[in-house]
């Protein structure tokens, strides 16, 4: 549930998916294309789905956006080891190395053992370092015969604008009637314990997804004192550098200044300045790799917890 390339079901992206493949169909599918768009709205399944319906057509539902169960290609993409797809993921918990990118050269320089096309997906793009980027550039400046790049860019981080100009670029995007339609189907078909108000304030699926896992795993209380929280998640970031403890507790301190909204709470500007006074403590404390409790004690003295 937590990998988006085990979905069989794409929810959504009708449009997009005959668009890309019109493009393909017509040999006018660019050899290096960007995905922008939020975080979590499925951009990287999308593209899983794409590669299925292009290259394993038999086992894919154009109609329905599913992956056949019997798909041999899904299975080898997922256990990577299907040669025809290189995923290289900038947002997990180990940063993309330049010598990564040097290793992706040397392969994609080589003759595929078959006639498919090559998939290379570079997810968390905005993620990579500007060393990374400018190695990444030197690929894409001149892509090899039958190589397509998929560049997805969340848009939380700059990406070089000579990267920018040698793709073309697809915003995604989904309205939050989608958003909420999208996670009660997920909530529906897993059974899901759901810890959040989504109606109210609509996150994207792939948010939805690892917020709640965390929530249950982690037994975060919602409704308990905030700084409880964000201790709790700076321990699980400092253990894991999974990059959605951050993006949770950014979560947790807006659903906060919400709530003072709604009380009409005559101090807000001030809880506002504390929200923000907090985000670059967190900042600090993933960029410079500082100590848990010096950080969790200034966040403290903000919330006068």
């Known amino acids: ?4 390339e085990h979905t069989l079901k794409l929810i959504s992206y009708h449009e ?3 668009e890309f ?3 393909y169909n017509f040999n006018k599918l660019p050899k290096v294309i960007m995905l922008s768009g939020e975080k ?12 299925i319906s292009l290259i394993d057509k038999e086992n894919y539902d154009i109609k329905n956006l ?3 169960k019997k798909s041999l290609t899904h299975k080898q993409i997922i256990s990577k080891v299907f040669t025809n797809v290189i995923i290289i993921k900038g947002d997990n918990n180990v940063s993309v190395k330049i010598e990564d990118i040097r290793k992706l050269k040397e392969i994609i320089l080589k003759s595929n053992l078959n006639e498919k096309p090559r998939f290379i997906i570079l ?14 550039l030197k690929i894409i400046e001149e892509p090899p015969k039958n190589n397509y790049f998929i560049l997805i860019n969340n848009k939380k981080n700059k990406i070089a604008q000579t990267i920018q100009s040698r793709s073309l670029e697809f915003k995604f995007f989904l309205r939050e009637s989608e958003k909420i339609f999208i996670i009660k189907q997920i909530i529906e078909k897993n059974d899901l314990e759901c810890k959040f108000d989504y109606l109210n304030f609509p996150l994207s699926p792939g948010k939805f997804i690892n917020f709640n896992y965390l929530s249950i795993k982690e037994k975060i209380d919602l409704d308990q004192p905030i700084v409880n929280s964000i201790g709790n998640l700076l321990k699980l970031f400092r253990k894991t550098k999974n990059n959605y ?4 507790i950014k979560y947790l301190l807006d659903n906060n200044i919400y709530k003072k909204i709604d009380l009409k709470d005559s101090d ?3 809880q506002i300045d504390n929200k923000n006074e907090t985000i670059k403590l967190i900042d600090d404390f993933v960029l410079f790799n500082l100590s848990h409790n010096s950080t969790l004690q200034l966040i403290s003295e903000k919330f006068n917890e």
Request: aromatic share 8%; charged share 15%.
């Open 66 to 68: 599913s992956i056949s």
């Open 16 to 18: 997009k998916m005959n």
């Open 40 to 51: 979590g709205i499925g951009k990287f399944t999308f593209i899983i789905h794409l590669i």
């Open 21 to 23: 493949q019109k493009l």
């Open 245 to 248: 403890c951050i993006l949770f």
């Open 1 to 4: 549930l937590l990998e988006p």
């Open 123 to 136: 997810d968390d793009l905005d993620k990579f370092n500007i060393n990374c980027q400018n190695a990444l």
């Open 268 to 270: 807000l500007m001030s």
